[in-house]
């Protein structure tokens, strides 16, 4: 029985409502077929209108994507800027589509630190899709749990220090107020491609009871199909919550 907190899908029974998705395995794809890392990323990047649209099919209202972490500036120059005239081009190219499908876009992460283009279309993308509804889309750019949580911390303290927050009512409701997530459900299902089975600084504080899929399967591959077989295997999951089934 899921508890109030932790409400399944109320399009089909026993779906996640929320799925968050590290897309890793770009790289690899690419490589193996002898193509340049970024090559693989145009793949990926093609994938996801697939798994956006077939979110209704599966029950899902939310999915989550990690399309950039704070790690990855580590990577070479050409790759990060590649990576980051690939997300311009993305939503230039995407707007009208997911518009189209009744897709709300929201982005998470520190938008600080990318180029004043790119900000001004994640912006204007949020605000195109304001009023949608059907699926929920959150794009993780720019995106590390830590970075989120110490983000939030340094607000708190902000409140706190302008009187606005009772430091003795700091809590577990409190601190999630803050976050980048703070309109979103905690994620149900959190599914990583690749073979990887690590998180990477993704959703620290709201996986706290999510349920892990790791596959095999590199992310330019990963198919509807395969989407929807692990929608359906979570509803198979014994989810307690810390509680003992009477
Ligand atoms: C995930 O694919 C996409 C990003 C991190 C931007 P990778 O680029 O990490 O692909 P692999 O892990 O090197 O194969
Ligand atoms: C996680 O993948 C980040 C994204 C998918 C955007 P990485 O490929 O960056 O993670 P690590 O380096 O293997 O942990
Ligand atoms: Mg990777």
New binding site residues.
């Given amino acids: 029985m899921p508890s109030a907190s932790h409400p399944t899908s109320e399009l089909v029974p026993g779906a996640p409502r929320h799925v968050a998705i590290i897309?890793?395995?770009?790289?690899?794809?690419a490589?193996q077929r002898g193509r340049p890392?970024l090559f693989?990323?145009h793949a990926?990047a093609k994938r996801v209108r697939e798994i956006v649209e077939a979110c209704p099919d599966f029950g899902v209202e939310y999915l989550t994507i990690f399309?950039?972490?704070t790690e990855?500036w580590k990577r070479t120059q050409v790759e990060v800027a590649g990576?980051m005239s690939l997300f311009r081009r993305y939503i230039t190219k995407e707007t009208r589509a997911l518009k189209a499908e009744g897709v709300r876009v929201r982005f998470i992460g520190d938008r600080v630190k990318l180029d004043d283009k790119l900000i001004k279309l994640m912006n204007d993308l949020e605000q195109e899709t304001e009023l949608n509804t059907r699926v929920h889309l959150t794009i993780a750019l720019n995106y590390g749990g830590r970075d989120e949580v110490a983000r939030a911390t340094q607000r708190l303290a902000h409140d706190v220090a302008a009187g606005l927050l009772d430091p003795d009512d700091v809590d577990e409701e409190t601190l999630p107020r803050y976050l980048d997530t703070h309109v979103l459900p905690d994620p149900d299902l959190v599914i990583r491609t690749?073979g990887?089975a690590r998180i990477s600084n993704f959703l620290l504080w709201q996986s706290a009871y999510a349920e892990y899929e790791f596959i095999d399967t590199?992310?330019p591959d990963f198919s509807k199909a395969e989407f929807g077989e692990l929608c359906a295997s979570f509803g198979c999951r014994d989810r307690r919550f810390g509680a003992v089934k009477t």
């Fill in positions: 897309m890793d395995g770009n790289g690899r794809w490589t890392r693989g990323h990926g399309a950039f972490s990855n990576l690749s990887e590199l992310w």
